[in-house]
T-cell receptor, first 116, second 109 residues
């Protein structure tokens, strides 16, 4: 299996621009998670999906952030408009359903976002 | 809220043993994960404990005490490649993981 795939791997943009991050989960995994990692706040869960349906978006920092999962093999995280404080590494992770909350989450390589 | 505490940094010598402690206070608990993250890379799974006791996996072992809200990761026969950040994460009742800030382990020759 190719593992979780994320694109782009690096993104540099200017404040106010729209940023779209993409994720392809491991085939057969029903759960998809979006995380943000910074030195100050560590690894934070932003939102997660089950069978393409958003279950918990309480970690989304504000309305500038939105996430979608139109099908089982694709998800996007969009920031509009972007701000310098959004600079971070954004990880996507997926896990199967069978073990419930005990299932291991498999992380993608991350997208390093820099907003100037 | 969730509270996961672990030391920020640890340094050890190649071939030595290092123990990384993690304490947690969470609303809901379904076990304790440890992930390894090398600089610039994604976190990768190391271990999972749901019952009290020690789980051994090669050079790495993980311990859990649910009554004390405490876990540790033991790294034996340290190698240079073990230099990384180690993340403690509590599995909550709703498929979410709550991560600690991570412990950066530096292995010196």
């Amino acid at each position: 299996d190719a593992g979780v795939i994320q694109s782009p791997r690096h993104e540099v943009t200017e404040m106010g621009q729209e940023v779209t991050l993409r994720c392809k989960p491991i085939s057969g995994h029903d759960y998809l998670f979006w995380y943000r990692q910074t030195m100050m706040r560590g690894l934070e869960l932003l939102i997660y999906f089950n069978n393409n349906v958003p279950i918990d978006d309480s970690g989304m920092p504000e309305d500038r952030f939105s996430a979608k999962m139109p099908n089982a093999s694709f998800s996007t995280l969009k920031i509009q408009p972007s701000e310098p404080r959004d600079s971070a590494v954004y990880f996507c992770a997926s896990s199967p359903t069978s073990g419930g909350a005990r299932e291991t989450q498999y992380f993608g390589p991350g997208t390093r976002l820099l907003v100037l | 809220g969730q509270n996961i505490d672990q030391p920020t940094e640890m340094t050890a010598t190649e071939g030595a043993i290092v123990q990384i402690n993690c304490t947690y206070q969470t609303s809901g608990f379904n076990g304790l994960f440890w992930y390894q993250q090398h600089a610039g890379e994604a976190p990768t799974f190391l271990s999972y404990n749901v019952l009290d006791g020690l789980e051994e996996k090669g050079r790495f072992s993980s311990f859990l005490s649910r009554s004390k809200g405490y876990s540790y990761l033991l790294l034996k026969e340290l190698q240079m490649k073990d230099s990384a950040s180690y993340l403690c994460a509590a599995a909550l009742n709703d498929y979410k993981l709550s991560f600690g800030a991570g412990t950066t382990v530096t292995v010196r020759a």
